[in-house]
Nanobody, 115 residues
Framework: QVQLVESGGGLVQPGGSLRLSCAAS????????MAWYRQAPGRQREWVAH???????DYASSVKDRFTISRDNAKNTVYLQMNSLEPEDTAVYYC?????????WGKGTQVTVYS
């Protein structure tokens, strides 16, 4: 059974940093594309970044040059390093994997950027 568990969210001031983690079980993070999404209050869920099975990343324009997606193969975990955070980054952040044609989501972790 595929399970994704996010962690690392919290409160941070503008300009600060956080690192989110997505621990995967039931699927190797090296084999399938892994992605981060976010959903702010009153808004639709939006794609943030993903990492392909070959390790190459891709980013939404709103986070490019501020966020970095990476993975630790030994820990079967995907990370999202978020720098220069802005109030507009406030959202629940979700991890997703496309495993054998099926989407699996974690329950999310809250990130709040306040001034």
């Amino acid at each position: 059974q595929v399970q994704l568990v996010e962690s690392g969210g919290g409160l941070v001031q503008p300009g600060g940093s956080l690192r989110l983690s997505c621990a995967a079980s039931g699927t190797p993070v090296t084999l399938y594309p892994m992605a981060w999404y976010r959903q702010a209050p009153g808004r639709q869920r939006e794609w943030v970044a993903h990492i392909y099975s070959n390790g190459s990343p891709d980013y939404a324009s709103s986070v490019k040059d501020r966020f970095t997606i990476s993975r630790d193969n030994a820990k079967n975990t995907v990370y999202l390093q978020m720098n220069s955070l802005e109030p507009e980054d406030t959202a629940v952040y979700y991890c997703k994997v496309l495993h054998r044609g099926h989407e699996y989501w974690g329950k999310g972790t809250q990130v709040t950027v306040y001034s």
